[in-house]
């Protein structure tokens, strides 16, 4: 038994780095198509007039990459081209907007476009979750917690609002 030891210490360390090198290769594969398609779109953007899709697959590529200016700048873009959007997909621009808004702490400026998010397509269950947050954010914990309700309307297994309103009514119990 004694002998075996350093075989399966060796054998553990070898399945603990092979692991750890597939998902390092992963991850390098992962960045590297990214980066490509990051690459593609601001070529083509920089030359022609693209379609609302690429405005918005360029913007989330930047949300990602935590540059929200540039993020908002072609979301924007992707609001202002008229190529037949569908108010579903009109309404994911428009979440995605609030949220680069958000991320630099321009509160109603995100409640303006989560509105337009959920008035769009009113079942947009992340639109209303990120709504209920900035609400939150703003101290709004009322409107925060009827935010939170309707998510739970159109999605009853939704558990960050769940959670996220069961809190909030707690903290308006206490503070009433």
């Excluded at 398609?37 to 920089?46: E, V």
């Excluded at 190529?83 to 009109?90: L, Y």
């Excluded at 959920?118 to 209920?132: F, H, I, Q, R, S």
Aim: glycine share 4%; net charge positive; proline share 2%.
């Amino acid at each position: 038994m004694d002998d075996n030891l350093p075989i399966i210490y060796l054998s553990g360390l070898l399945i603990l780095l092979a692991g750890l090198a597939v998902f390092v290769i992963r991850q390098i594969i992962k960045t590297r198509s990214l980066e490509s398609t990051f690459a593609k779109l601001q070529r083509k953007l920089s030359n022609e007039k693209g379609s609302s899709q690429e405005y918005y697959e360029l913007g989330s590529i930047y949300l990602d990459k935590k540059l929200y200016i540039q993020s908002v700048g072609l979301f924007q873009k992707a609001l202002k081209v008229d190529d037949g959007i569908e108010p579903e997909n009109k309404a994911l621009i428009y979440n995605a907007l609030g949220f680069a808004y958000f991320a630099q702490e321009q509160y109603d400026l995100a409640i303006r476009n989560y509105k337009e998010a959920t008035k769009l397509y009113p079942e947009y269950v992340t639109a209303l979750n990120n709504l209920g947050n900035v609400y939150e954010k703003k101290q709004m914990i009322a409107k925060s917690v009827e935010t939170y309700e309707q998510a739970l309307k159109v999605d009853p297994k939704n558990n960050i609002a769940k959670r996220r309103s069961e809190s909030l009514r707690k903290r308006l119990i206490e503070s009433n």
